[in-house]
């Protein structure tokens, strides 16, 4: 079976540079929290805990990848005592942000839905409840990781195995006494998560998109419409693309304890990208593609008309002018249509 050795150093290059644009990108999209306060939304702020554990993911992974633990390695024996305490302090901070950063993607499509929901539009009214949804999503996306990560880690599987290898330490689930790989442990350490966050994510954006579409049919304004659309769509769209490849990876290992480089090699690349990504492809969509985080990046470094920038880009301001959650999480309305008063106010909490 193919491993990250010197056979696919490639693979180790390409990921590497993932990495660090997952840094780079979960850092912008914490500086545009700190320093714009118009874009400091609750959803934004959800989106900043999934940032900073994107930053930890693609942190965590990049040092795997610059240590090598493969050279390390001698076949049917542990990495060395200086290693292996490293490597496990490696693998755990990468398996936690891991969870908790596809948890707080989930968190983010219910707050999502809440909002633009109808049927519990009333909930989202509450001026308690916005504060109340992300300190239990704290909970959750912090607690539950961690419980998941010490159980891995008080067993044994947290390390470095060439076959389990991914590049750095992670989730072992090769057993050396009977010679396979142990599925619960992928299961419940990774993929069991995975599948519902998967589900969970699809259903919820799927749904908010279909109930925005229904509250601005009389909105003529086919634009903006599709420009909602496609971001709602690339949400989940991006996430499942991310995040399946190690799915299939964990299935075609339980199928086969063999299975063909060729088709091995493939999924590491699209393994290793897939779980070292999440930040950059946050950053591409909810920078890059953000009218409004663009601008203010923009102006803020060319410094154009700076008294009427101050003014306008860094005091609170009301974000209930625009006829579509997405110009909320786009920042991209123009306030020239008024938004159903029934998700006006809850508008305002949707990340530009």
Request: aromatic share 12%; net charge positive; hydrophobic share 45%.
């Amino acid at each position: 079976m193919a491993t990250y050795g010197d056979e696919n150093i490639g693979v180790r290059v390409v990921v590497g540079i993932v990495c660090i644009l997952t840094i780079l990108g979960s850092v912008v999209i914490i500086i545009s929290y700190l320093c714009f306060r118009s874009l400091r939304t609750k959803a934004r702020l959800i989106l900043v805990h999934i940032s900073v554990m994107d930053l930890a993911v693609g942190a965590s992974n990049l040092v795997g990848l610059l240590v090598f633990y493969r050279y390390y390695n001698v076949p049917n024996s542990p990495l060395p005592p200086s290693l292996d305490g490293f490597c496990k302090f490696q693998a755990f901070v990468a398996e936690y942000a891991t969870l908790s950063s596809v948890l707080w993607t989930v968190s983010l499509g219910v707050y999502i839905y809440i909002l633009v929901s109808p049927a519990i539009v009333t909930l989202a009214l509450d001026k308690t409840f916005h504060t109340r949804f992300v300190r239990a999503s704290c909970a959750l996306s912090y607690g539950l990781p961690l419980v998941v990560t010490l159980w891995l880690l008080l067993t044994g599987r947290l390390g470095y195995s060439p076959e389990d290898s991914a590049g750095w330490c992670t989730v072992v689930t090769f057993n050396n006494a009977t010679g396979r790989d142990d599925a619960y442990v992928s299961f419940i350490g990774y993929d069991l998560w995975m599948y519902l966050a998967i589900l969970l994510i699809t259903v919820l954006y799927v749904a908010s998109r279909l109930n925005l579409r229904n509250q601005m049919m009389y909105v003529n304004r086919t634009r903006d419409r599709s420009m909602s659309d496609y971001k709602f769509a690339l949400i989940p769209i991006i996430f499942l693309f991310l995040r399946i490849w190690t799915v299939i990876q964990s299935l075609l290992l339980e199928a086969s304890s063999s299975p063909p480089d060729w088709l091995v090699v493939p999924l590491l690349y699209l393994t290793g990208i897939g779980d070292s990504a999440q930040g950059f492809a946050n950053a591409v969509l909810f920078v890059c593609f953000t009218k409004a985080v663009r601008e203010a990046f923009l102006q803020s470094v060319t410094c154009k008309s700076c008294r009427k920038y101050r003014q306008r880009c860094l005091s609170p301001k009301p974000l209930c002018v625009a006829p579509f959650a997405d110009s909320q999480i786009s920042g991209e309305g123009n306030g020239a249509f008024p938004t159903p008063p029934s998700i006006c106010r809850n508008l305002q909490d949707i990340p530009p």
